[in-house]
């Protein structure tokens, strides 16, 4: 039980346009969900929190307008990368809390703008 | 407040060699601690979880970790290193009132030496 899903699992996007990230509780319903940043040989870093029909809590420094976050159901939230540029190349990780208050990760996005 | 210093950036043993991953941790309040493993290009893996029960907490993969109120520690331990542990290690602590947040250590890497 507790599986999160992601996708896409890796993207390659252009420069100025957008892409859309999935994540996915499987098999529990998740009013709150995460979103991390991780930088290649570095620990994860908090983007915002998502929580199901309410605006996401965004980290200080985290751009809200480049990062929208929907949580639309009890088991999907999606991180859409606006105007994408190469600074924005990154594995972003989401999590999904579960009844306990534990988060369940998701395996992970590779996104690369070119 | 709450926070997490993982001692070592890098760790190497010989295979078959005990391991020891080193983790303080800092809360205004009762934590529940965790460790993480990451393997290269991979999602996170919870190794094993501390929640105010037991001191000494068994994980998977013959992991093991004892909570030490008096020293704020919660060290990662194993008996004898597998090629296949070689990864990155994250020690992970939260509250579990309020914002449910996870905070994370900046990880150790652990390289197995044949």
């Known amino acids: 039980g507790a599986v999160v899903s992601q996708h896409p699992s890796w993207v390659i996007c252009k420069s100025g346009t957008s892409v859309k990230i999935e994540c996915r509780s499987l098999?529990?319903?998740?009013?709150?969900m995460f979103w991390y940043r991780q930088f290649p040989k570095q620990s994860l870093m908090l983007m915002a929190t998502s929580n199901e029909g309410s605006k996401a809590t965004y980290e200080q420094g985290v751009e809200k307008d480049k990062f929208l976050i929907n949580h639309a159901s009890l088991t999907l939230s999606t991180l859409t990368v606006t105007s994408a540029h190469p600074e924005d190349s990154s594995f972003y990780i989401c999590?999904?809390?579960?009844?306990?208050?534990?988060?369940?990760f998701g395996p992970g996005t590779r996104l690369t703008v070119t | 407040a709450q926070s997490v210093t993982q001692l070592d950036s890098h760790v190497s043993v010989s295979e078959g060699t005990p391991v020891l991953l080193r983790c303080n941790y800092s809360?205004?309040?009762?934590?529940?601690l965790f460790w993480y493993v990451q393997h290269p290009n991979k999602g996170l893996q919870l190794l094993l979880k501390?929640?105010?029960?037991?001191?000494l907490v068994k994980g998977i993969n013959g992991f093991e970790a004892e909570f030490k109120k008096s020293e704020t520690s919660f060290h990662l331990t194993k008996p004898s290193a597998h090629m296949s542990d070689a990864a990155e290690y994250f020690c992970v602590v939260t509250v579990p009132t309020g914002t449910y947040k996870y905070i994370f250590g900046t990880g150790t890497r652990l390289k197995v030496l044949a």
């Open positions: 999590s999904a809390l579960g009844q306990l208050y534990e988060q369940y």
């Open positions: 501390y929640t105010s029960a037991a001191t």
């Open positions: 809360s205004s309040y009762s934590p529940s």
């Open positions: 098999d529990f319903q998740a009013t709150t």
